[in-house]
Structures are given as structure tokens and as C-alpha cells.
């Protein structure tokens, strides 16, 4: 298989990028991270670029760091090296675990972090995260730079609030306490997920001060699992309530059904994987009292 012929770029700033994206504009203009989803799409010629903008060589888009109580995470850092991120780790540890469910650690190596929340498919991992953790996604175009919320970011099945001469520059994620966890349901290792759920539950004592769910793999973009919030916060919970939650966000799903089940069956997928990652984030909240 082979890629329809195209124009290659390797911008050395954003500005250049972004310069270039408007340039190419009628040309279809994409920007080329780690290449692990647009380049197989190239292949099929699913997606024929005219031109490719490549950012392998933006410095500026490869730091982690923190500001404060926010773990700062340029959009080319690549997906192995925040799922070892000691930073990552302390200020964000559901988006570390959530990382280590990507694929298989070649693409992971390859796979950029900002890549896959821009892309958008609503059966990966982090763009899951980065709703249950209410990112900031930061963007860079000729207007100049603005922040996205992750509730606002994500539009439809690999489409984004992104304009066409923008790019994501940053992934800035608040410091969480509690209990986190991040779990998926998949027919085998490293392929997409059929459910994905990443949770963080926040105990003060016994009792449940905030919750934050989001599922993937169930809808034409991550959702927010609001039922399951409400159900949970201010509780003093147990089993009991812990199958309510998930039986309430159950209740408010409608997944499309394909070839790997029925729609009634990721329902009930999404019920049991959501009991799973609740419990799993409650019981880390509860060890960390």
C-alpha cells in the first residue's frame, strides 16, 4: 500500500506551522505528529493530505512540566515517555495508567500524546481522560493562541473545536486528589476497546466531595458520565451505591452497535466496566485517607 503523492514539510517553530497550514490551506494542509493513525489512513487513501506538515521538529512541543497544581504536557511528547513521567505520575497518575493500555509500546514510542487527543477517535484512551480530568487544550493559529476546554474540544467521531490553521500546542491537566482508575474492556491486548472508563473519586472522611467519570468507545465522542457524578457525590458509599452510579450512566448511554455487538450489549459492557473503574478509583481513595 501506498500514500497518494503529497508535499512534506518540516517546520522548525509553530509559527512556521501554522504559517504553513494556511499556505496549504486548499490543499488540504495536515500536521503530521507521531503518524500511528494518519499515515495507515494515507495508505488506504481514507484521508490524501496535499501536504504534510511534519512537527517531529518543534522543540517547543516536547516538554513536560508543571505550573503549579497543573501538569503542562507539550502536544509532541510522546506517548511512552508521559506513561514514565515522574511528573506525570505524581500530578496526573490516571493519565499514566491510561497510557499504558495504548496500543502495543512500539506505537506508544512512535505515538504522541497531542496526536491522539487531536485526532479524536472516540474509542481511545486519552481523549477520555483528558475529559475525565477537565484538560485544557491549548491551540496555536494565525489569531494567536487560546485555551479549549476538553468538554468543548471534542465535536464528533475524529472531529474537533481545532480549526484548519490551528494547532494543538499543549495539554495542561489540574492536579487531582483522591482515588483514580482507568480500566477497558477489549477483545485482545492493545486493540481498541470496546468500553473505556477513567475515573477520579475524591473522599473527604467517608464521604464522596467529587467525582469525575468519563467513558469512551460508547458515543460519537467521549462522554461524560453526569449521572454517575450525581449518583456518587455526596455519598458515604458501597457496593450498593457504587451499581447505582453505574446503573444512572448506563441508563443515559444509546452506543451505536456494529460488528463486535449489539448496541444493548456495549450497554451492558459500559454498566460493568463502569462498576469496575468506580470501585477500583473508591478503593484508592479510601487507601489514601
Given at each position: 500500500?501506498?500514500?497518494?503523492?503529497?508535499?512534506?514539510?518540516?517546520?522548525?517553530s509553530v509559527a512556521e506551522a501554522v504559517a504553513?497550514?494556511?499556505?496549504?490551506?486548499?490543499?488540504?494542509?495536515?500536521?503530521?505528529?507521531?503518524?500511528?493513525?494518519?499515515?495507515?489512513?494515507?495508505?488506504?487513501?481514507?484521508?490524501?493530505?496535499?501536504?504534510?506538515?511534519?512537527?517531529?521538529?518543534?522543540?517547543?512541543?516536547?516538554?513536560?512540566?508543571?505550573?503549579?497544581?497543573?501538569?503542562?504536557?507539550?502536544?509532541?511528547?510522546?506517548?511512552?515517555?508521559?506513561?514514565?513521567?515522574?511528573?506525570?505520575?505524581?500530578?496526573?497518575?490516571?493519565?499514566?495508567?491510561?497510557?499504558?493500555?495504548?496500543?502495543?509500546?512500539?506505537?506508544?514510542?512512535?505515538?504522541?500524546?497531542?496526536?491522539?487527543?487531536?485526532?479524536?477517535?472516540?474509542?481511545?484512551?486519552?481523549?477520555?481522560?483528558?475529559?475525565?480530568?477537565?484538560?485544557?487544550?491549548?491551540?496555536?493559529?494565525?489569531?494567536?493562541?487560546?485555551?479549549?476546554?476538553?468538554?468543548?474540544?471534542?465535536?464528533?467521531?475524529?472531529?474537533?473545536?481545532?480549526?484548519?490553521?490551528?494547532?494543538?500546542?499543549?495539554?495542561?491537566?489540574?492536579?487531582?486528589?483522591?482515588?483514580?482508575?482507568?480500566?477497558?474492556?477489549?477483545?485482545?491486548?492493545?486493540?481498541?476497546?470496546l468500553v473505556g472508563v477513567a475515573a477520579v473519586?475524591?473522599l473527604d472522611g467517608d464521604t464522596v466531595t467529587?467525582?469525575?467519570?468519563?467513558?469512551?468507545?460508547?458515543?460519537?465522542?467521549?462522554?461524560?458520565?453526569?449521572?454517575?457524578?450525581?449518583?456518587?457525590?455526596?455519598?458515604?458509599?458501597?457496593?450498593?451505591?457504587?451499581?447505582?452510579?453505574?446503573?444512572?450512566?448506563?441508563?443515559?448511554?444509546?452506543?451505536?452497535?456494529?460488528?463486535?455487538?449489539?448496541?444493548?450489549?456495549?450497554?451492558?459492557?459500559?454498566?460493568?466496566?463502569?462498576?469496575?473503574?468506580?470501585?477500583?478509583?473508591?478503593?484508592?481513595?479510601?487507601?489514601?485517607?
Amino acid at each position: 500500500m501506498k500514500p497518494p503523492p503529497f508535499h512534506y514539510a518540516a517546520p522548525t517553530s509553530v509559527a512556521e506551522a501554522v504559517a504553513l497550514l494556511g499556505a496549504h490551506a486548499d490543499d488540504d494542509a495536515r500536521v503530521l505528529a507521531g503518524g500511528q493513525s494518519l499515515v495507515p489512513l494515507m495508505n488506504f487513501r481514507l484521508a490524501q493530505p496535499g501536504w504534510l506538515v511534519d512537527l517531529r521538529r518543534i522543540d517547543e512541543l516536547g516538554h513536560i512540566r508543571t505550573d503549579g497544581d497543573t501538569l503542562v504536557i507539550g502536544a509532541m511528547v510522546r506517548q511512552s515517555e508521559a506513561e514514565h513521567s515522574p511528573e506525570v505520575a505524581v500530578v496526573a497518575p490516571l493519565l499514566a495508567e491510561a497510557l499504558g493500555y495504548v496500543a502495543h509500546a512500539p506505537i506508544r514510542n512512535s505515538g504522541t500524546v497531542g496526536g491522539s487527543i487531536a485526532h479524536a477517535d472516540p474509542a481511545a484512551e486519552l481523549p477520555a481522560v483528558a475529559l475525565a480530568l477537565d484538560a485544557e487544550l491549548v491551540v496555536a493559529g494565525p489569531r494567536g493562541t487560546r485555551r479549549i476546554a476538553a468538554d468543548a474540544f471534542f465535536r464528533g467521531p475524529f472531529s474537533t473545536a481545532l480549526e484548519a490553521d490551528e494547532i494543538l500546542t499543549e495539554v495542561r491537566v489540574p492536579r487531582r486528589a483522591g482515588g483514580h482508575a482507568f480500566v477497558e474492556f477489549t477483545r485482545t491486548h492493545g486493540t481498541f476497546a470496546l468500553v473505556g472508563v477513567a475515573a477520579v473519586v475524591e473522599l473527604d472522611g467517608d464521604t464522596v466531595t467529587r467525582a469525575s467519570v468519563a467513558l469512551s468507545g460508547v458515543g460519537p465522542t467521549p462522554v461524560r458520565a453526569a449521572a454517575a457524578e450525581q449518583a456518587l457525590t455526596g455519598t458515604a458509599p458501597d457496593a450498593d451505591t457504587v451499581r447505582a452510579a453505574a446503573d444512572a450512566a448506563a441508563a443515559d448511554l444509546s452506543p451505536a452497535g456494529d460488528v463486535h455487538g449489539s448496541s444493548e450489549t456495549r450497554t451492558d459492557i459500559a454498566r460493568s466496566t463502569l462498576r469496575r473503574g468506580i470501585a477500583l478509583a473508591l478503593q484508592r481513595a479510601q487507601d489514601r485517607r
